[in-house]
């Protein structure tokens, strides 16, 4: 699915900048970093190319084996969810989880 979601960003640059962004020149990279607590989605090129983005008449070579720093997608405990929540000043509506408690949606309100 994150493949799919980051390739798709390019097609929407493609669609919105009239750029040419071929996307099956490129391939999809994640990694979790433990150390920040957060995968990184990068899109490698897969060969040498240039893409060219007219509505800013900007021309971007990529060497074979660049990537393109998409997302960082930081994980949170349930700890961690509940300290950011009470900092920022909310209170918990409600949470939905998968059946594993690992991923949470948290709905929050203004207090």
Same mark, same amino acid.
């Given at each position: ?43 490698? %090129? ?7 983005? =007219? ?6 070579? $990529? @060497?074979?084996? +660049? ?11 349930? %700890? ?7 900092? =920022? ?6 949470? $939905? @989880?998968?059946? +594993? ?11």
């Amino acid at each position: 699915l994150t493949t799919r979601f980051n390739l798709n960003l390019l097609t929407r640059i493609n669609n919105t900048l009239s750029a040419n962004f071929d996307v099956t020149r490129f391939t999809h990279k994640g990694t979790y970093d433990a150390e920040i607590g957060a995968m990184e989605s990068v899109l490698i %090129a897969r060969e040498s190319h240039e893409v060219y983005i =007219a509505d800013i008449d900007l021309l971007v070579p $990529f @060497t074979e084996g +660049e990537s393109i720093h998409m997302e960082y997608s930081f994980k949170f405990g349930a %700890a961690d969810i509940a300290a950011l929540r009470e900092q =920022a000043g909310f209170a918990a509506v409600a949470e $939905f @989880t998968d059946s +594993e408690r690992y991923f949470c949606d948290a709905l929050w309100q203004a207090s």
